[in-house]
């Protein structure tokens, strides 16, 4: 058969290694190592490496719906489903009946939250034809039978693959299966199987069975303890890679053939590489018919057959992998394999990696989702309408470039069609959702349109607890808009960092809003007079917190005195909207007028709660028309006191 590997060339082939007449104590002959060994797999990453990520790669559930599992029913119907999903399993879950072995479909990621979520009495079957498939992080344990030592009469698996092709199998604990904890058979092929422990069994962990000879595996930093045979045993397998494995403590009942560390049967071959064997019987052997080149593996009280002969292949001329130090292979594994905290938290939705576009990661997000899921965009323009309902709370979206005018969200709808609401690029409906380093646009041209509804909104918020770090917002009247589900009710937005433009009415809202170390720039229609309003609140009188912008900086070419700082929205003609708005420690610039609040609509400005505070630059002149407060009355005036509300929320102490 043909070599996969995406034409990869082989490099060089590899020189004949002697068989190895080691003692009960010493180091296999260690090959010199390269100062570079090749890009490092993160042992974090959610992407497999080896041979998992050749011929088109494994992404498993990506692009499908996230959802989390508590119970054996749901895990067994998502599972089974035809399109794709993101599993998360949260908990432990006993199945029913014992040793029950939950059929996966292709296209799933099954990944535990956390180090705590199992899989007991139980484990997965991959049947023939069955594909990409990512099982991650979870404990499967405890099937096997007392007295039954082979489990002939039951083979409960923990993993069990038939034919199946493109599986990563990563950071699972495997401990007391009937009868295999992994078994990959029937020519499988492309799978990885990384960071795994293997512990208290008899038949751990086998490859291949059939005459063919199909299968590629990659086999890194798993820890084996206390097993006894299979540590893994490959038969009939074109490419075995084993490197940087720990096989420790190995289960001895005195069988002097079948307790051993690793085997290359049949015509199976077979790379191993810095592995550390401590206390193993037969650490590594191959049948006659098999090759098996060993390099670099460190051994330790071990005895019996340390076989190595023929060529093999060369892993390099497959992938690229990162080879640790033989010496440092028990506490590397000790410390990063099995299930992690770390793997199971939140979940991240790659856009236009797994879903084309922000919305159909949106769409991914189950309703209810309580635990944090992030979407992160790739540098690009992304010309859709983003709409996060009220049901999808806990998301971060995120983008990934260097900059956050790399990576923008716009569209080009006015009021005109659909109202300021539908107007909007983004709307954010859910509490407890973050954007960073992104640019959210509308792209309207008001210039070159005569229109009743020009407002063109880049963002709207409504929803509970948002921030936005190192974002832009772009737009001429009405750009951002901060508000809430309804007059009454509390919402809070924390803007940091960030850039804001527009020219009417651009930051408007009921919603309390932060503006801090951001830069506002107000944008010049062409008058000598009146060129627009930064600010259009419309908080609720009984609420003491509408906008504070402050340690910031207003910017804008429109001429002197053509700009004002604000004036009260009154949605609707509601009296009780009561704008509040407190301007402090900001620089101002020539273009904000001496008098710079204004009427709205019939409602008085002096009938509104607008004030300045310590403002400096050629436009924070102080006239009659322009409150400011002194150092008690602005003390209160805090961000950590707008943002606390009745759970204390601090978004700013992260910083």
């Not at 060993?294 to 497959?318: C, E, K, M, V, Y």
């Amino acid at each position: 058969m043909s070599r996969p590997g995406h034409g990869k060339v082989v490099a060089a082939v590899l020189g004949l290694v002697a068989a190895l007449s080691l003692g009960t104590l010493g180091d296999a002959q260690a090959a010199p190592q390269s100062p570079k060994t090749g890009p490092a797999a993160d042992r974090w990453t959610d992407r497999p490496h080896g041979f998992a990520s050749l011929a088109g790669g494994t992404t498993g559930g990506a692009g499908g719906k996230v959802v989390t599992v508590t119970d054996q029913a749901a895990l067994a119907k998502y599972a089974a489903a035809e399109e794709p999903y993101v599993i998360r399993v949260k908990g432990s879950l006993d199945m029913d009946p014992f040793g029950t072995e939950i059929p996966v479909a292709s296209d799933k990621t099954i990944i535990g939250v956390s180090d705590t979520a199992e899989i007991v009495h139980g484990g997965f079957t991959l049947d023939p034809g069955t594909h990409n498939v990512i099982i991650r992080n979870l404990a499967i344990r405890d099937t096997a039978i007392e007295g039954n030592w082979d489990c002939k009469d039951t083979d409960y698996d923990g993993i069990r693959l038939d034919t199946a092709h493109h599986v990563w199998i990563d950071h699972i604990r495997f401990s007391r299966i009937c009868d295999g904890q992994l078994d990959i058979r029937k020519d499988s092929e492309y799978v990885t199987v990384s960071y795994n422990q293997f512990t208290n069994n008899n038949k751990t962990f086998g490859i291949g069975w059939t005459p063919n000879v199909r299968t590629q595996i990659t086999v890194d930093h798993n820890w084996f303890r206390a097993t006894k045979q299979r540590n893994p045993s490959a038969d009939n397998v074109a490419y075995a890679h084993l490197y940087n494995n720990y096989l420790s403590s190995q289960l001895s009942d005195g069988d002097p053939v079948w307790t051993y560390g690793n085997w290359s049967r049949g015509r199976t071959k077979m790379v191993i590489e810095n592995n550390f064997y401590d206390g193993v019987q037969h650490p590594y052997q191959a049948d006659a018919t098999a090759e098996l080149v060993q390099r670099g593996s460190i051994l330790r009280n071990t005895t019996g057959r340390h076989d190595a002969w023929g060529t093999a292949f060369d892993p390099r001329a497959f992938y690229d992998y990162r080879l640790d130090p033989a010496a440092a292979v028990p506490a590397l594994v000790k410390r990063f394999s099995g299930p992690q905290k770390r793997i199971g938290g939140p979940v991240v939705l790659h856009v236009p990696g797994d879903y084309p576009t922000v919305q159909a990661a949106v769409d991914a997000v189950p309703d209810g989702n309580d635990t944090a899921v992030e979407i992160a965009v790739a540098p690009g323009t992304y010309r859709e309408k983003v709409f996060i309902p009220a049901s999808k709370p806990n998301l971060v979206l995120r983008g990934t470039g260097q900059d956050r005018s790399d990576t923008v969200i716009v569209f080009d709808t006015p009021a005109e069609y659909g109202g300021s609401t539908g107007s909007a690029t983004v709307r954010i409906a859910a509490n407890d959702v973050t954007a960073r380093n992104l640019t959210f646009s509308n792209d309207f041209d008001e210039a070159a349109h005569e229109l009743k509804g020009e407002q063109a909104l880049a963002m709207k918020t409504t929803g509970d607890r948002i921030v936005f770090e190192d974002t832009a917002f772009l737009g001429n009247q009405d750009t951002l808009m901060t508000d809430s589900p309804k007059l009454t009710t509390l919402s809070r937005v924390y803007v940091r960092d960030s850039y804001i433009e527009g020219d009417v009415d651009f930051i408007y809202g009921r919603a309390t809003t932060v503006i801090e170390r951001s830069v506002i720039r107000a944008l010049s229609r062409g008058s000598d007079t009146n060129n627009g309003y930064i600010t259009a609140a419309s908080t609720w009188k009984g609420n003491p917190y509408g906008f504070l912008i402050t340690r910031s900086k207003i910017v804008s070419d429109a001429p002197a005195g053509s700009f004002h700082l604000g004036r009260p929205w009154h949605p609707g003609g509601e009296p009780d909207a009561i704008a509040q708005v407190l301007i402090r420690d900001t620089a101002l610039p020539a273009a904000i007028k001496s008098s710079p609040w204004t009427d709205m609509s019939g409602f008085s400005w002096k009938d509104a709660r607008f004030a300045e505070y310590r403002n400096h630059g050629p436009g924070a002149t102080v006239t009659a028309d322009r409150p400011q407060l002194s150092d008690q009355e602005a003390r209160p005036h805090t961000v950590a006191a707008y943002l606390k509300g009745t759970d204390d929320w601090a978004p700013h102490a992260r910083h």
